[in-house]
């Protein structure tokens, strides 16, 4: 298993999904000899899932069980421990669209944060391209090398220690995009656009709050971005529902009252459909994308 390759076969050292419902999964670090509790009972990794597929059903010490799953950066963005705000599957498939990402291409991120683009961007650049991702706080940069390296993506990635506002991403001309989550992106406007291939390349900052926006229009301006435009995503997810409707009452039938029909005045009809959400996911951030052109 990697994030970046299927695996078929549950191996030692896989990070796993144990899937107990949509809104109850959690990931696993499989090992000889270890078990992890569920409310179902104990897993024992190496009865219940070292050798078996990926997908299969697994049955708990208390008979109930779970599906064991492969990997991805949708789930694992859903289930990682998180050390920042993190963003999420919507923005990120907006992000990986607009920045036109594809295997084979050279990345600049900051700040790294707890990895959940990190793992999106590395799936889509794989086999042959390359993350320089840079985080500021010691910690969460070391976490993200071993998480990396835990992931087996730990050669498509470099990651920095340092201040992108202040030092940079670490290379030059060498970027097709540049993606930027950080308080104050606009300090580093002028370092996306050194990162960026001489024939030029395309940019996105992320932020919640309008000022920020503002600021880095500004920067983008400033040195000499092209195409710069600000958009929202929100997600609205639909639940299927059987419903139970009046059907309406359109008078007598032709064949009168007493022929025997039932009458429509108590009629219903089941029927499924889609029902909106009372409540949705809110704001998360504005994502403001740019282009570096070569001229
Ligand atoms: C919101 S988190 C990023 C989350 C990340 N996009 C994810 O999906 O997991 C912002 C990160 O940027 C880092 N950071 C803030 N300013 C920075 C700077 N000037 N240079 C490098 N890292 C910075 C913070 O330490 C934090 O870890």
Redesign the pocket.
């Known amino acids: 298993m990697s994030f970046v390759e299927y695996g078929d076969v549950i191996r030692e050292g896989d990070t796993a999904i144990v899937f107990l419902g949509h809104d109850s999964m959690f990931p696993v670090k499989v090992q000889r000899g270890g078990q992890t509790q569920t409310r179902y009972g104990v897993l024992r990794h190496s009865a219940d899932l070292i050798g078996k597929r990926y997908g299969s059903k697994v049955t708990c010490s208390k008979g109930g069980w779970v599906y064991v799953l492969h990997p991805t950066p949708e789930l694992w963005?859903l289930n990682?421990p998180h050390?920042?705000?993190?963003?999420y599957a919507t923005d990120?498939a907006t992000i990986t669209m607009m920045l036109e990402l594809k295997p084979g291409s050279v990345v600049c991120?900051?700040?790294?944060?707890?990895?959940?683009?990190?793992h999106a961007i590395l799936r889509t650049i794989a086999p042959t391209g390359h993350l320089y991702t840079?985080?500021?706080?010691q910690q969460?940069a070391e976490k993200a090398v071993e998480e990396f390296k835990e992931h087996k993506v730990g050669h498509l990635v470099t990651v920095l220690n340092?201040?992108?506002?202040?030092e940079g991403f670490g290379v030059t001309g060498v970027a097709d995009a540049v993606?930027l989550?950080?308080?104050?992106p606009w300090?580093?406007i002028g370092h996306a656009k050194a990162a960026i291939k001489k024939q030029g390349g395309r940019v996105c900052s992320?932020s919640p709050c309008i000022e920020q926006v503002q600021r880095t229009c500004q920067a983008l301006a400033e040195h000499g971005f092209g195409e710069v435009s600000t958009l929202e995503v929100l997600l609205r997810l639909y639940d299927v529902r059987s419903v139970t409707l009046p059907l309406p009452d359109f008078g007598e039938e032709a064949g009168g009252p007493g022929d025997g029909a039932p009458s429509a005045q108590n009629a219903t009809v089941t029927c499924k459909t889609a029902v909106a959400p009372k409540e949705m996911a809110g704001h998360t951030g504005y994502l403001t994308f740019a282009t570096k052109s070569l001229v």
């Open positions: 963005t990682l050390r920042t705000q993190i963003l990120i991120e900051s700040g790294t944060g707890s990895g959940s683009l990190s840079v985080e500021f706080h969460r340092q201040d992108v506002c202040r993606f989550d950080i308080p104050s300090e580093a992320f």
